[in-house]
């Protein structure tokens, strides 16, 4: 620790930051805008100017960059001293030469950090008058849109997108005051990341596009703390409602999790939930002029036709879901018995899931956090493309190539957060980085060597990887090229400080991921502290996998040997788990078939009652990640219609069916203690939140702002009088703007704002320590530990099949727009969603008479799917791939064995 003296005052920091770090923390209002947490400092806006003295004698002293100035110990400095203040003025006045005079129309209007900043300085009124600069706009795709005649050249976008998130078609044009931030041309920009160019931009330059489609100030959202359920990282967010509609999705910092950014799909995947194709009430399937329509009933006449399925002892099969959440799931198992609950998956999928549980649950080897997974200095990915399926964890991933380099930057003096020195000291050196995966992945421009081969090649390539870290471990018979490459990754990772292996179910192998294990193990043996990380397919995969019960080709099996009546299906459309034919089997076996979803999917289409369910943003639940992380999503808003969670909806019918007391389970709270007095995995889920009895001195958590206006206006059409506000039984939060909402628990904040800090820079004031973890601890609870002192045995090693005959093997390939199944109904996202095509490497392709672009029909499982063909110079050989998740495209059980024809055209 470091004293200083700040105006006169001494003030304890941390050595080695830099002193705006040190400004920050101590609660000090220094002005900035090139400096971000995440970015570090390259002293471009000279916004952070105070004075330094010399010692206690200097009365003249210099003016100096605070960001770029490193805290030392006695050093002394002024913050309000005039010279100082009257420079940073300066600064804001002549940003203002060129910035536009429109605050009052500009989407970052009241959460604008160049505003927070020019209020700060005391500037008021501009001396420039004459012609200002001004550019022309760009199209940037259906997330962002463009509005450059508010930049002020912090350069932050840039550095951000092209040094941070490896993107390579956005950069700074020209020079002096003519700079331009942009593409070289009008197109959508590449990178999975460009969204957060918005929290980014301390300006207006880069706004959100989907919310122009349905504006709202910042001031007027009802929020409330959330989690992202378009995958399985759990990435912490901030819905924001108004009128009744989902508006926008913000990042919601948690340095454990996904810190200050969002993947595309999280930020733009919302729409979901506005969907008019939602079921708004209870349906019934019924017979109207001979065609089967769901027509809408009453809550309670669905509750007493529905109950009658369940009692009389009658028997009821369901079948739950990996995008549900803890609470539906169990609530279906109480509903219909623990021998009667289904995971909502097919064999397949349950078994790739219970061998990563399996491996976690018993092995010695940690996995990191998201958060964590930068920290890492040598990284060996198996068979995942991340960016598609764990797109945050790509990004983090990416940061780690840096740390071999940035550590030899540090040998050389120059301070971590000194970003332009430390990028030329590194130049063009990267730590360890390889990727074993069927197809080219995003990350391969910062891998070390990249292996392009079948799931059995990358397996073989994994167990000899673990044999040469410990020869105990069983050896694969692999080439002397793939020998090579595997010593090579060896040598990598134990000579790394934090080794990790990362894998996944992708591309459909078991003995992928237990190979992945076996070089985990083998590092931990040699009192290497690695770490493995597993994808997971959606929102609450492991958590659902944690409930144990059997797969969806078992609930067919127990239907066909009349061990049940009435099928539930909870949150999940069949049709995209099995076959359709198996799924059309299961519908017709049952007597009555009843869906709770939010989804009007295939499914539910196909039910005889649909009960609709509330999505993330209208109920509370709790997500459990892909590391076992547990988290609580909360209610941002009372949706419109009969829309309730589904947990609540089965709740009733148990205690409609007589199965349940009326009285029972009424509020999630006493929901929690009976799921984990059932189910002792999940016994720590009740601190991953306060209760609903928490509050601030006496007070609730508001979930909108005390400036949030209208809301007796909005409601004018109800009653001319303000309307009662809604009670919230099941959250220490509040559907109003009265209550305490500063500093709250960090489970409980879905915004930051404190006084003159409106912007997302505001994070910064709810940190421990910059870039450190939240007042109080970071929100979630970690449901799996490893076990250090385990002796799991290793996995035996898989023969590699290579052939390349007449039958390829067909394996998905995930996109990050299109695999998903919620976003892809968002109609910003589903504007970049490919269109179905398959994939062969180029040889194999030639080698067939087939060429980019041909029309071909692909044979998989007595279906024939026609589509376009694409080739590929790099990709594996003998594999077909096809784009796995997009809408309307039929299920294929991954892998299977292919047949690749050229199409007859007519």
Same mark, same amino acid.
Request: proline share 6%.
């Given at each position: 620790?470091?004293?200083?003296?700040?105006?006169?005052?001494?003030?304890?920091?941390?050595?080695?930051?830099?002193?705006?770090?040190?400004? @920050?923390?101590?609660?000090?209002?220094?002005?900035?805008?090139?400096?971000?947490?995440?970015?570090?400092?390259?002293?471009?806006?000279?916004?952070?100017?105070?004075?330094?003295?010399?010692?206690?004698? &200097?009365?003249?002293?210099?003016?100096?960059?605070?960001?770029?100035?490193?805290?030392?110990?006695?050093?002394?400095?002024?913050?309000?001293?005039?010279?100082? $203040?009257?420079?940073?003025?300066?600064?804001?006045?002549?940003?203002?030469?060129?910035?536009?005079?429109?605050?009052?129309?500009?989407?970052?209007?009241?959460?604008?950090?160049?505003?927070?900043?020019?209020?700060?300085?005391?500037?008021?009124?501009?001396?420039?008058? /004459?012609?200002?600069?001004?550019?022309?706009?760009?199209?940037?795709?259906?997330?962002?849109?463009?509005?450059?005649?508010?930049?002020?050249?912090?350069?932050?976008?840039?550095?951000?997108?092209?040094?941070?998130?490896?993107?390579?078609?956005?950069?700074?044009?020209?020079?002096?005051?003519?700079? *331009?931030?942009?593409?070289?041309?009008?197109?959508?920009?590449?990178?999975? /990341?460009?969204?957060?160019?918005?929290?980014?931009?301390?300006?207006?330059?880069?706004?959100?596009?989907?919310?122009?489609?349905?504006?709202?100030?910042?001031?007027?959202?009802?929020?409330?703390?959330?989690?992202?359920?378009?995958?399985?990282?759990?990435?912490? @967010?901030?819905?924001?409602?108004?009128?009744?509609?989902?508006?926008?999705?913000?990042?919601?910092?948690?340095?454990?999790? %996904?810190?200050?950014?969002?993947?595309?799909?999280?930020?733009?995947? *919302?729409?979901?939930?506005?969907?008019?194709?939602?079921? $708004?009430?209870?349906?019934?399937?019924?017979?109207?002029?001979?065609?089967?329509?769901?027509?809408?009933?009453?809550?309670?006449?669905?509750?007493?036709?529905?109950?009658?399925?369940?009692?009389?002892?009658?028997?009821?099969?369901?079948?739950?879901?990996?995008?549900?959440?803890?609470?539906?799931?169990?609530?279906?198992?109480?509903?219909?018995?623990?021998?009667?609950? *289904?995971?909502?998956?097919?064999?397949?999928?349950?078994?790739?899931?219970?061998?990563?549980?399996?491996?976690?649950?018993?092995?010695?080897?940690?996995?990191?956090?998201?958060?964590?997974?930068?920290?890492?200095?040598?990284?060996?990915?198996?068979?995942?493309?991340?960016?598609?399926?764990?797109?945050?964890?790509?990004?983090?991933?990416?940061?780690?190539?840096?740390?071999?380099?940035?550590?030899?930057?540090?040998?050389?003096?120059?301070?971590?957060?000194?970003?332009?020195?430390?990028?030329?000291?590194?130049? !063009?050196?990267?730590?360890?980085?390889?990727?074993?995966?069927?197809?080219?992945?995003?990350?391969?421009?910062?891998?070390?060597? !990249?292996?392009?081969?079948?799931?059995?090649?990358?397996?073989?390539?994994?167990?000899?990887?673990?044999?040469?870290?410990?020869?105990?471990?069983?050896?694969?018979?692999?080439?002397?090229?793939?020998?090579?490459?595997?010593?090579?990754? =060896?040598?990598?990772?134990?000579?790394?400080?934090?080794?990790?292996?990362?894998?996944?179910?992708?591309?459909?192998?078991?003995?992928?991921?237990?190979?992945?294990?076996?070089?985990?193990?083998?590092?931990?043996?040699?009192?290497?502290?690695?770490?493995? *990380?597993?994808? =997971?397919?959606?929102?609450?995969?492991?958590?659902?996998?944690?409930?144990?019960?059997? %797969?969806?080709?078992?609930?067919? #099996?127990?239907?066909? $040997?009349?061990?049940?009546? !009435?099928?539930?299906?909870?949150?999940?459309?069949?049709?995209?788990?099995?076959?359709?034919?198996?799924?059309?089997?299961?519908?017709?076996?049952?007597?009555?078939?009843?869906?709770?979803?939010?989804?009007?999917?295939? !499914?539910?289409?196909?039910?005889?009652?649909?009960?609709?369910?509330?999505?993330?943003?209208?109920?509370?639940?709790?997500?459990?990640?892909?590391?076992?992380? +547990?988290?609580?999503?909360?209610?941002?808003?009372?949706? #419109?219609?009969?829309?309730?969670?589904?947990?609540?909806?089965?709740?009733?019918?148990?205690?409609?069916?007589?199965?349940?007391?009326?009285?029972?389970?009424?509020?999630?709270?006493?929901?929690?203690?009976?799921?984990?007095?059932?189910?002792?995995?999940?016994?720590?889920?009740?601190?991953?939140?306060?209760?609903?009895? /928490?509050?601030?001195?006496?007070?609730?958590?508001?979930?909108?702002?005390?400036?949030?206006?209208?809301?007796?206006?909005?409601?004018?059409?109800?009653?001319?009088?303000?309307?009662?506000?809604?009670?919230?039984? &099941?959250?220490?939060?509040?559907?109003?703007?009265?209550?305490?909402?500063?500093?709250?628990?960090?489970?409980?904040?879905?915004?930051?704002?404190?006084?003159?800090?409106?912007?997302?820079?505001?994070?910064?004031?709810?940190?421990? #320590?910059?870039?450190?973890?939240?007042?109080?601890?970071?929100?979630?609870?970690?449901?799996?530990?490893?076990?250090?002192?385990? +002796?799991?045995?290793?996995?035996? =090693?898989?023969?590699?099949?290579?052939?390349?005959?007449?039958?390829?093997?067909?394996?998905?390939?995930?996109?990050?727009?299109?695999?998903?199944?919620?976003? =892809?109904?968002?109609?910003?996202?589903?504007?970049?969603?490919?269109?179905?095509?398959?994939?062969?490497?180029?040889?194999? +392709?030639?080698?067939?008479?087939?060429? &980019?672009?041909?029309?071909?029909?692909?044979?998989?499982?007595?279906?024939?799917?026609?589509?376009?063909?694409?080739?590929?110079?790099?990709?594996?050989?003998?594999?077909?791939?096809?784009?796995?998740?997009? #809408?309307?495209?039929?299920?294929?059980?991954?892998?299977?064995?292919?047949?690749?024809?050229?199409?007859?055209?007519?």
């Amino acid at each position: 620790m470091a004293i200083i003296y700040i105006d006169g005052k001494p003030l304890e920091t941390q050595d080695g930051q830099n002193l705006l770090e040190a400004c @920050i923390e101590l609660g000090l209002n220094v002005p900035y805008f090139c400096w971000h947490p995440a970015l570090g400092s390259v002293g471009a806006c000279r916004q952070c100017a105070v004075k330094q003295y010399r010692d206690e004698n &200097d009365k003249q002293g210099r003016l100096v960059m605070s960001c770029m100035t490193l805290v030392t110990d006695g050093m002394r400095i002024s913050v309000d001293e005039s010279e100082s $203040k009257d420079f940073r003025a300066n600064i804001i006045d002549w940003m203002m030469t060129n910035h536009p005079h429109d605050c009052p129309v500009c989407d970052e209007g009241g959460e604008c950090h160049l505003q927070d900043m020019t209020l700060m300085t005391g500037h008021n009124y501009r001396t420039y008058r /004459f012609k200002k600069k001004t550019y022309v706009n760009q199209n940037l795709g259906p997330f962002i849109n463009h509005e450059m005649n508010r930049c002020i050249q912090c350069y932050r976008c840039v550095r951000y997108y092209k040094d941070y998130a490896g993107g390579h078609d956005l950069d700074a044009f020209a020079s002096h005051n003519h700079v *331009y931030f942009g593409r070289h041309e009008d197109g959508v920009l590449e990178s999975e /990341f460009s969204g957060n160019l918005v929290e980014v931009c301390p300006t207006g330059v880069f706004t959100d596009k989907t919310l122009k489609e349905h504006f709202t100030r910042r001031w007027d959202y009802t929020t409330a703390p959330s989690v992202c359920v378009h995958c399985a990282l759990g990435c912490n @967010i901030t819905p924001g409602e108004r009128y009744g509609k989902l508006r926008r999705i913000r990042n919601r910092y948690n340095r454990s999790v %996904n810190g200050y950014f969002l993947c595309d799909r999280g930020r733009y995947g *919302y729409e979901f939930v506005n969907s008019d194709k939602r079921p $708004k009430a209870p349906l019934k399937r019924q017979m109207i002029d001979g065609k089967p329509v769901h027509v809408p009933m009453t809550r309670d006449e669905a509750l007493s036709e529905i109950g009658k399925f369940f009692s009389n002892g009658s028997k009821a099969i369901g079948i739950g879901s990996p995008r549900a959440s803890l609470e539906a799931n169990f609530a279906l198992r109480a509903l219909v018995g623990a021998e009667n609950f *289904y995971l909502g998956l097919s064999k397949a999928d349950g078994k790739l899931l219970s061998a990563v549980l399996e491996i976690v649950l018993s092995g010695p080897a940690r996995q990191p956090s998201l958060g964590e997974l930068k920290d890492h200095d040598a990284v060996l990915i198996l068979g995942e493309d991340m960016t598609n399926v764990a797109p945050i964890a790509a990004l983090n991933i990416r940061q780690s190539v840096n740390n071999q380099p940035r550590a030899n930057a540090k040998a050389m003096g120059i301070p971590e957060w000194n970003d332009l020195p430390v990028r030329r000291a590194m130049d !063009t050196d990267r730590g360890p980085l390889f990727i074993a995966s069927v197809a080219p992945t995003r990350l391969d421009d910062v891998a070390t060597q !990249t292996f392009h081969a079948t799931p059995d090649g990358i397996a073989s390539l994994g167990f000899a990887i673990a044999n040469f870290i410990d020869p105990q471990s069983p050896a694969a018979n692999v080439s002397g090229e793939v020998r090579a490459l595997a010593q090579q990754i =060896a040598t990598a990772l134990q000579s790394a400080q934090k080794p990790l292996v990362v894998s996944g179910p992708s591309c459909r192998s078991e003995a992928v991921i237990q190979a992945a294990a076996n070089i985990a193990w083998a590092l931990c043996r040699k009192a290497k502290p690695a770490g493995i *990380y597993f994808a =997971a397919p959606e929102s609450n995969s492991v958590g659902l996998g944690l409930f144990g019960g059997a %797969n969806i080709e078992n609930a067919a #099996e127990a239907l066909r $040997k009349g061990g049940a009546d !009435t099928l539930v299906v909870l949150e999940n459309d069949l049709y995209r788990r099995v076959p359709a034919a198996l799924v059309d089997e299961l519908l017709s076996l049952a007597k009555h078939v009843l869906v709770v979803d939010h989804q009007y999917s295939a !499914t539910a289409q196909k039910a005889e009652y649909v009960l609709p369910g509330a999505t993330f943003a209208e109920g509370d639940g709790t997500l459990v990640n892909n590391i076992g992380r +547990a988290q609580r999503m909360m209610q941002v808003f009372n949706p #419109e219609g009969e829309i309730t969670e589904s947990w609540r909806w089965l709740r009733r019918l148990r205690a409609a069916s007589g199965k349940g007391r009326e009285d029972e389970w009424i509020s999630f709270d006493s929901f929690l203690h009976a799921l984990v007095a059932e189910i002792p995995a999940f016994s720590h889920i009740l601190d991953a939140a306060p209760t609903a009895a /928490f509050r601030v001195g006496g007070l609730k958590i508001p979930r909108q702002s005390h400036r949030y206006s209208g809301r007796t206006a909005m409601k004018a059409n109800v009653a001319v009088s303000e309307t009662g506000v809604t009670a919230d039984p &099941d959250s220490p939060m509040s559907f109003s703007m009265e209550g305490f909402s500063m500093m709250t628990p960090a489970a409980l904040m879905s915004s930051f704002w404190t006084p003159g800090w409106n912007s997302a820079q505001s994070i910064t004031r709810f940190q421990e #320590e910059v870039n450190g973890p939240l007042e109080g601890g970071d929100p979630g609870v970690r449901l799996i530990e490893p076990q250090p002192d385990s +002796a799991v045995p290793y996995f035996d =090693a898989v023969e590699t099949n290579e052939s390349h005959d007449a039958a390829w093997t067909a394996l998905p390939l995930y996109h990050i727009y299109g695999s998903e199944e919620l976003s =892809a109904s968002s109609p910003a996202v589903a504007e970049l969603s490919p269109k179905p095509y398959a994939m062969l490497h180029s040889d194999d +392709a030639r080698a067939r008479g087939l060429l &980019d672009g041909d029309a071909v029909t692909v044979k998989i499982d007595g279906q024939e799917i026609s589509t376009s063909l694409k080739t590929n110079d790099t990709m594996a050989r003998g594999v077909v791939c096809l784009p796995a998740g997009l #809408e309307d495209a039929p299920y294929i059980e991954f892998p299977a064995a292919a047949e690749i024809l050229r199409s007859v055209t007519s």
